[in-house]
C-alpha cells in the first residue's frame, strides 16, 4: 500500500477527482492549503505586473508569497500506484510552474474502521479485488 500525496492548484480540483473516478479511484482526502515551491513569483501574477496592471505590481512584495493549493491524500494499493500517479499528472500537468508535486509513501497497515477489515482490504475500491501477481504486473 501507498499514500500519494498531491499538491495542486485549486481550479484543477474537481478535474482530478473526476479524472480520478473514471479510473476506479474514488477514496480521498482533500485540504486547502496555502504554501510554495522553489520559484518566488507567480508567472501570471508577474506577468500581469510587466503588463502594469496595479494590483498585481501591488502583490509583489519583497518576500516569496504562499499560494492557494489543495492538498491530496489518496491511499492505494500497490496495483493501483502508476495509474493514480499518471491520472494527476495528465490532468494537472499545464507545462507551468506551480502545476503541482507528487509524493509517494508506504502505508504498513490499514484498517477500515465499521468493517474491522485489515491491510490491503481495507483500502479497496467499491468492486474492486485484490489483483493475483501476474495481474498485478501484466
Not at 476506479?24 to 485540504?31: C, K, N, V
Not at 518566488?40 to 504562499?66: H, K, M, T, W, Y
Not at 494499493?77 to 509517494?104: A, C, E, L, W, Y
Amino acid at each position: 500500500m501507498k499514500e500519494i500525496i498531491a499538491l495542486i492548484r485549486p481550479e484543477r480540483m474537481n478535474a482530478t477527482k473526476q479524472a480520478l473516478a473514471a479510473v476506479g479511484i474514488t477514496s480521498l482526502t482533500a485540504r486547502r492549503v496555502s504554501g510554495r515551491g522553489k520559484g518566488l513569483v507567480d508567472p501570471v501574477l508577474l506577468a500581469g505586473a510587466v503588463r502594469g496592471a496595479e494590483e498585481a505590481i501591488v502583490q509583489l512584495g519583497p518576500r516569496p508569497r504562499f499560494w492557494p493549493k489543495r492538498l491530496l491524500s489518496i491511499v492505494v494499493n500497490d496495483h493501483n500506484v502508476r495509474r493514480t500517479i499518471s491520472t494527476i499528472i495528465q490532468v494537472n500537468n499545464q507545462g507551468r510552474p506551480g502545476d503541482g508535486k507528487i509524493f509517494v509513501a508506504p502505508i504498513s497497515d490499514a484498517v477500515r474502521i465499521s468493517s474491522g477489515q485489515t491491510g490491503t482490504a481495507a483500502v479497496l475500491e467499491a468492486g474492486e479485488t485484490i489483483p493475483s501477481p501476474e495481474e498485478a504486473f501484466a
